[in-house]
């Protein structure tokens, strides 16, 4: 199996039950360095011209490629010199072969191409790359985290398992220019990154898939030089909602309700009726308390697809909120307000009115600057 390639199951993602409401997963979803600071944080941790422990560098030492002791690469041929080195976004070519702790080989690859440091192949790889020269052999030893995570790979790759990659640097050029390419090439490539988004998202890492999805709409997006014909401009058109779909399911499940909502609304843009962008639309105002706003769209995401049990779920339970919001808001005034006694003289309608238009704008306004309190804090702690 090509590690550039999905698990057969990440198509699941742009089925008709792509947006089933899934378990929330715990995982460490934090992101590794960017691939251009890998090279900078070596030779932060060692002087220059040195290799680790400060002795000239040996082939056969190991190098602490991010610092953490989980990817660790050893030079086994060396190669052309550090000025070799490919940079990110250059198409690299190498030979692979992987293996479990046992020697047990996994994968094989006489000539493996990729675009370096969009996250086309398993992170192993794609960081270690970069710091290999032209010509250069080496050994990378990884942990499950930067390989097949806590899930493995069916059949021949366990859950959490480590793997060491022998990697050769063959050959590193220029990507091909975007507005050079053919209807069908850019269609192909925007799949491609599209379908490693999906392979992201069904191991629970949402930041590398948000990457891919971002890099196959830049794909989609950019100008050409080539004119397509009406089928190629609508098969695009078909991979960019596929990708904002998924983008917004992403986007959901880290909780940034505000892209998740802009990527909904671009595909109701190209597809007022979209079944996913509605339900994740009615989702991401759910989340942020707009219930109001949430049922109406999520019913005309049940007319369009009465049968569907997850908006039939998804519908009931906003619903139950509403109404359980609106007791709650009608006990909050009527405290505010006062509750006189059965026993006390009627209080007549002017005096109410002056009395509860004062403290319902109060309430309001409390409820406003409170919420822009929060939505500062939140934005201060993710930056």
């Not at 479990?100 to 086309?120: A, Q, W």
């Not at 975007?178 to 930041?207: C, H, M, P, T, W």
Request: glycine share 6%; net charge negative; charged share 25%.
């Amino acid at each position: 199996t090509d590690p550039a390639c999905p698990d057969p199951a990440a198509a699941q993602l742009d089925s008709a039950e792509d947006f089933e409401v899934l378990e929330e997963d715990e995982d460490d979803l934090s992101e590794p360095p960017p691939l251009e600071d890998v090279v900078r944080a070596r030779e932060d941790r060692q002087p220059s011209g040195q290799g680790p422990g400060g002795t000239a560098e040996d082939p056969q030492e190991w190098l602490d490629v991010l610092g953490n002791g989980l990817l660790k690469k050893k030079t086994l041929v060396p190669g052309q010199g550090v000025e070799s080195r490919p940079q990110k976004g250059q198409e690299v070519t190498v030979r692979l072969r992987a293996a479990l702790e046992d020697g047990s080989v996994v994968e094989e690859h006489p000539r493996l191409t990729f675009t370096l440091g969009d996250g086309d192949v398993l992170q192993a790889l794609d960081l270690s790359v970069q710091l290999l020269q032209m010509g250069e052999t080496a050994l990378i030893t990884s942990d499950a985290k930067y390989c097949y995570g806590t899930q493995g790979r069916s059949p021949n790759i366990p859950p959490s398992a480590a793997l060491t990659l022998e990697v050769e640097l063959l050959e590193a050029r220029d990507a091909p220019d975007l507005e050079l390419l053919s209807g069908k090439e850019k269609i192909d490539l925007a799949n491609r990154k599209r379908e490693r988004g999906n392979f992201y998202y069904q191991q629970a890492d949402y930041v590398l898939a948000i990457n891919s999805y971002d890099i196959a709409l830049k794909v989609i997006s950019s100008s050409s030089k080539v004119d397509f014909t009406p089928d190629e401009e609508a098969e695009l058109l078909d991979v960019k909602v596929k990708c904002l779909n998924n983008l917004a399911a992403s986007l959901l499940k880290l909780d940034h309700y505000e892209a998740a909502l802009k990527s909904c609304n671009l595909v109701l843009e190209h597809q007022p009726g979209n079944i996913k962008a509605l339900f994740r639309k009615g989702k991401v105002l759910a989340q942020q308390g707009e219930y109001r706003e949430a049922i109406p769209i999520l019913k005309a995401a049940l007319k369009l697809e009465p049968s569907n049990k997850t908006i039939h779920a998804e519908l009931s339970k906003l619903v139950k909120k509403h109404a359980d919001q609106k007791t709650v808001e009608t006990e909050m005034y009527k405290k505010m307000l006062g509750n006189p006694s059965a026993g006390s003289a009627p209080v007549k309608c002017k005096d109410k009115l002056s009395w509860s238009i004062p403290w319902k704008w109060l309430f309001g306004a409390t409820a406003i600057a409170l919420g822009g309190v929060a939505l500062s804090v939140v934005i201060a702690a993710r930056n």
